[in-house]
């Protein structure tokens, strides 16, 4: 019922910003418990997890990429946005963005990676 989709340039040029959005559909993103996420694959690095937003507005990021990271919502398009800064041709990848819930198991807590959009290509290249 859930469905996510990425829009955003595919061609971005190295020391430029990436940004994509990822429009949800069949749920809103502001439904307790569950974290909207941006995750990305490339051949040399395969799924990468790249951050997320809760329900609740926090975000969180791969230490990696969190100077040059940050996710937004827009609640009222039942949109989040990815920007990533200072890209270079390494940043090339296939971008998903992903929805799953946050669950509690005794008091260790479990992400899940529930609902995938179909993922965009952005190539950084000049």
């Known amino acids: 019922q859930v469905q996510l989709r990425e829009s955003g340039p595919g061609l971005v040029k190295p020391s430029q910003t990436l940004s994509l959005i990822c429009t949800v559909s069949g749920g809103s993103i502001t439904t307790a418990y569950y974290y909207w996420s941006w995750i990305r694959q490339s051949p040399g690095k395969g799924l990468e997890w790249m951050g997320d937003i809760a329900y609740s507005g926090s975000t969180y990021y791969r230490p990696s990429l969190k100077s040059r990271t940050s996710i937004s919502r827009d609640t009222s398009k039942n949109q989040f946005a990815l920007q990533l800064s200072s890209v270079t041709p390494e940043d090339t990848a296939v971008y998903y963005c992903?929805?799953?819930?946050?669950?509690?198991?005794?008091?260790?807590?479990?992400?899940?990676?529930?609902?995938w959009g179909q993922g965009t290509l952005v190539t950084v290249s000049s």
């Open positions: 992903v929805g799953g819930e946050y669950r509690r198991s005794g008091a260790i807590g479990y992400r899940y990676f529930e609902v």
